[in-house]
């Protein structure tokens, strides 16, 4: 079983950046689409990035022009960059398959934007 260890979270200022990183412990991206997902206090988790096996990439539309996903299969890593922060955009970060698999799912990384 492959595991993902997400970091890079922390506390930013709105209009800030950070850069996530989730790395795996064997080479699935080429095999699988991943996606990096969010969840905020309250509210259900959902997909926020993914990028396939292809290399395509699509958003949701929250964060569309301010995240951007890219891997690195050489490193099994997938990062996801993000700026313009924005105080909705406080959640815990996570990567996954996509579809994601519920045994997968690792400890994510915080990122809380306030001033």
């Known amino acids: 079983q492959v595991q993902l260890v997400e970091s890079g979270g922390g506390l930013v200022q709105p209009g800030g950046s950070l850069r996530l990183s989730c790395a795996a412990s064997g080479s699935i991206f080429t095999i699988a689409a991943m996606g990096w997902y969010r969840q905020a206090p309250g509210k259900e988790r959902e997909l926020v990035a993914r990028?396939?096996?292809?290399?395509?990439?699509n958003y949701a539309d929250s964060v569309k022009d301010r995240f951007t996903i890219s891997r690195d299969s050489a490193k099994n890593t997938i990062y996801l960059f993000m700026s313009g922060l924005k105080p909705e955009d406080t959640a815990i970060y996570y990567c996954?398959?996509?579809?994601?698999?519920?045994?997968?799912w690792g400890q994510g990384t915080q990122v809380t934007v306030s001033s």
């Open positions: 990028i396939d096996i292809h290399g395509w990439k």
């Open positions: 996954n398959l996509d579809p994601p698999l519920g045994n997968y």
